[in-house]
Nanobody, 122 residues
Framework: VQLVESGGGSVQAGGSLKLSCVPS????????MGWFRQAPGKEREFVSL????????IYATSVKGRFTISRDNVKNTLYLQMNSLKIEDTAMYYC????????????????WGQGTQVTVSS
C-alpha cells in the first residue's frame, strides 16, 4: 500500500494551494480518506476527512470555510483545496486511509502517506 502526496510548496498568506494524494495497493473507492498535518514541535492534528462516496465531509474548526476536501474515485485521487492560507497552516500535510471512517476521524487510520510540506509566509 502506498499513499503519495503532492502539491505542497511555499505560498504567501492569503494564497492557495491544492494538495493531491494518489493511493495504490487498495480499493480507493471503498476507503474513507483524510488529511492531517503536523507543524514543527507540535502533534499531528486532524484537518479533514471524506467518506468513501464523498457524501460526508468533516473539517477541523481551524480550516472550515477555507479548505475543501474532495475525491475522484475514477481517477483514484484525493484532493485538498486550501484557500486563504494563514501562517499557522504551515505544516507537513499527510494523506490517510482506512476502510472505517471512524478510524480516520480518530486519527488512527490503517495507512499514511509520507507527507508534503506546506509553508505559508507573510
Amino acid at each position: 500500500v502506498q499513499l503519495v502526496e503532492s502539491g505542497g510548496g511555499s505560498v504567501q498568506a492569503g494564497g492557495s494551494l491544492k494538495l493531491s494524494c494518489v493511493p495504490s495497493g487498495f480499493a480507493f473507492s471503498t476507503y474513507a480518506m483524510g488529511w492531517f498535518r503536523q507543524a514543527p514541535g507540535k502533534e499531528r492534528e486532524f484537518v479533514s476527512l471524506i467518506s468513501e462516496s464523498g457524501t460526508t465531509t468533516i473539517y477541523a474548526t481551524s480550516v472550515k470555510g477555507r479548505f475543501t476536501i474532495s475525491r475522484d474515485n475514477v481517477k483514484n485521487t484525493l484532493y485538498l483545496q486550501m484557500n486563504s492560507l494563514k501562517i499557522e497552516d504551515t505544516a507537513m500535510y499527510y494523506c490517510a486511509a482506512d476502510w472505517l471512517l471512524s478510524r480516520v476521524e480518530l486519527g488512527s487510520p490503517a495507512y499514511w502517506g509520507q507527507g508534503t510540506q506546506v509553508t505559508v509566509s507573510s
